[in-house]
T-cell receptor
Framework: GQNIDQPTEMTATEGAIVQINCTYQ??????LFWYQQHAGEAPTFLSY????GLEEKGRFSSFLSRSKGYSYLLLKELQMKDSASYLC?????????????FGKGTKLSVIP | EPEVTQTPSHQVTQMGQEVILRCVPI?????FYWYRQILGQKVEFLVS????????KSEIFDDQFSVERPDGSNFTLKIRSTKLEDSAMYFC??????????????FGPGTRLLVL
């Protein structure tokens, strides 16, 4: 089975940088996604990594190390609206359906 | 920008009743999914659907659940006899036809189901 671990909660200050880590154990690894989820809303796509290295997209960057089973999401210049849960999800190639297995999410609180 | 839509946004039902949750995936997508999220817990995979048949399902997706694509646009999840523990947010998602994991799954806004 797949076990995806990420911290439960984090707090950071507006304007700062925060790194949210994710570790995973998976067979049939086919990529790792980060989603943002505001309370009561749907997950929205942030980033995707399948090769080792850093993917940058504006204020958000995501890093992957396949050999270590490790990823992180880096959020720069934090804004109050970044307060949300951040979900690490692994794409599993099982029967070719590429369903996602999610971690429990990291609830980020941005404070003034 | 195309998006996944779901109806209803909220559904309250009595235990033992049947419910049907509806989804309209993004029009050129070929893979469809249902996930659920019990309040305060993680998002959990229920079932995937491709080429008019179930391609994979989790242990949660027992005989009380079924999915259907009754026409070219709708994708439905039916729960035959609801239980209290079925109370959750149900998300529909769809992805394009690209091979490999690169194709992103896009989620609908969800249906909040409350079983009394």
């Amino acid at each position: 089975g797949q076990n995806i671990d990420q911290p439960t909660e984090m707090t950071a200050t507006e304007g700062a940088i925060v790194q949210i880590n994710c570790t995973y154990q998976t067979s049939g690894f086919n990529g790792l996604f980060w989603y943002q989820q505001h309370a009561g809303e749907a997950p929205t796509f942030l980033s995707y990594n399948v090769l080792d290295g850093l993917e940058e997209k504006g204020r958000f960057s995501s890093f992957l190390s396949r050999s270590k089973g490790y990823s992180y999401l880096l959020l720069k210049e934090l804004q109050m609206k970044d307060s949300a849960s951040y979900l690490c999800a692994v794409s599993y190639s099982g029967a070719g359906s590429y369903q996602l297995t999610f971690g429990k999410g990291t609830k980020l609180s941005v404070i003034p | 920008e195309p998006e996944v839509t779901q109806t209803p946004s909220h559904q309250v039902t009595q235990m033992g009743q049947e419910v049907i949750l509806r989804c309209v995936p993004i029009s050129n997508h070929l893979y469809f999914y249902w996930y659920r999220q019990i309040l305060g817990q993680k998002v959990e995979f229920l079932v995937s659907f491709y080429n008019n048949e179930i391609s994979e399902k989790s242990e949660i997706f027992d005989d009380q659940f079924s999915v259907e694509r009754p026409d070219g646009s709708n994708f439905t999840l039916k729960i035959r006899s609801t239980k209290l523990e079925d109370s959750a947010m149900y998300f529909c998602a769809s992805r394009g036809s690209g091979t490999g994991g690169r194709e992103t799954q896009y989620f609908g806004p969800g249906t909040r189901l409350l079983v009394l």
